[in-house]
């Protein structure tokens, strides 16, 4: 592909990015995984420069722009090199029109760059949510130890006991220590959330949202495999997805039950106010995370930021009758905005008198309202809430 051919190619996936924002449709990676599946002629070199072009604009441009052309144009005005390649050229795109107006640049659509800066976070700090992710591994205290791991690239050690910085883009799954289940993947600020939770040998704890496992094996690891851990999900295919990591990872002690959206307590009933720790890694907007996925925030609105807090409350609201007395609650949430955070806590407070916040313990994080927050500025990791509210 030309260098304006492969423009073009971005302006046409931005313009499918667009509308699955709009519509609710399939992330960017997935349409430029299916944009190339039928494109076999683009080389490798042609797929990461495309690639590369799609999210530097998504990244660039703050409200949904309202075509991909007008969304290159944006980069096309900070950057010369791309202004030149509208030439017209039989691949490449038509040439800049007199009258041709470029998406708006800035962090994310307005709503939302108000919801972040009542929630502190604007300037630098709300720059670098749009920054490149860095890859972190945990180790696998069941099956390894971090000094003793020779690893086939440079590693950088973490203020994380276990955790470690690759370099982006390694694959680390072809790696005999992934395979092992000697490292995992996982995000230092998850973690440090982790971290904060303080799961310790034979506990009895819940993971309620746990996803594919992401947070339960590093909850296995602290507890040296020994207790009750009880992973849970409402989405069937994640919470499978997790058994086969919990066999690579040693983790023998996890026991996944699969529950009903609505009916969650009756499904955990035999864990009434038995948990020393519930884990309510809450599904949330994803704030946190737009250095992934940059178009999140083209994907969000308002009326499902809402909704997400409505759920917050609810798996908050669960977790405290499956918490013993003395037993403790994490909350946890990959979004800098309040309103799937510290003000979640303070509502749950008031709710549930005989719960009280407590400062998390971690190595990492600033405190934030009635927890901590980590951000992608500050501490390299993804953004994350974390608060801690123990039950007398
Ligand atoms: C932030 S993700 C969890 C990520 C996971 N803990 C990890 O570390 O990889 C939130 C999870 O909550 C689940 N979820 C949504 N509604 C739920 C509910 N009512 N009860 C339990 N889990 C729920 C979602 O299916 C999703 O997997």
């Known amino acids: 592909m030309t260098p304006a051919a492969r423009v073009q190619a971005a302006i046409e996936l931005l313009d499918m990015v667009i509308d699955g924002a709009r519509n609710q449709g399939a992330p960017a990676d997935r349409l430029i995984a299916a944009y190339f599946k039928q494109r076999r002629y683009a080389g490798s070199k042609d797929r990461r420069a495309v690639r590369d072009l799609v999210y530097r604009a998504i990244r660039y441009c703050g409200p949904i722009p309202r075509t991909g052309r007008a969304a290159m144009l944006a980069l096309a005005q900070a950057d010369e090199e791309i202004a030149a390649l509208f030439d017209g050229s039989t691949h490449g795109p038509p040439a800049i029109g007199k009258n041709e107006k470029p998406a708006i640049a800035g962090t994310a659509p307005d709503w939302l760059v108000r919801e972040l800066d009542q929630s502190g976070v604007s300037g630098e700090v709300a720059a670098a949510m749009l920054g490149r992710a860095s890859l972190d591994v945990r180790v696998n205290t069941l099956k390894a130890d971090r000094d003793g791991l020779d690893l086939p690239e440079p590693a950088e050690k973490l203020e994380a006991p276990n955790a470690l910085r690759l370099a982006a883009g390694t694959n680390v799954d072809q790696w005999d220590e992934y395979r092992d289940g000697k490292i995992e993947v996982q995000d230092h600020g998850s973690q440090m959330a982790c971290i904060a939770a303080n799961a310790r040998g034979g506990e009895t704890v819940i993971d309620l949202c746990a996803g594919a496992g992401g947070k339960t094996l590093s909850l296995a690891a602290a507890m040296g495999n020994m207790g009750e851990l009880i992973a849970c999900d409402t989405d069937r295919g994640r919470l499978s997805k997790l058994t086969p990591r919990a066999n690579r990872a040693g983790a023998g002690m996890i ?125 390299g990791t993804d953004g994350f809430f974390v608060a801690i509210v123990r039950r007398a």
């Open 255 to 379: 026991q996944t039950r699969l529950l009903d959206p609505k009916s969650e307590l009756e499904a955990l009933e035999d864990y009434a106010e038995a948990a020393d720790l519930v884990l309510v890694d809450a599904p949330c907007s994803g704030t946190g995370t737009w250095r992934r996925k940059p178009e999140g925030k083209w994907r969000l609105t308002a009326k499902t930021l809402d909704a997400y807090a409505r759920l917050q409350d609810e798996l908050l609201e669960i977790a405290a009758k499956l918490t013993k007395p003395g037993g403790r609650i994490a909350f946890v949430t990959c979004s800098l905005l309040d309103s799937e955070g510290t003000d979640r806590i303070a509502a749950f407070l008031e709710r549930n008198e005989g719960f009280s916040a407590e400062a998390p313990t971690v190595p990492l994080g600033n405190p934030h309202g009635l927890g901590i927050r980590l951000d992608p500025l500050r501490h």
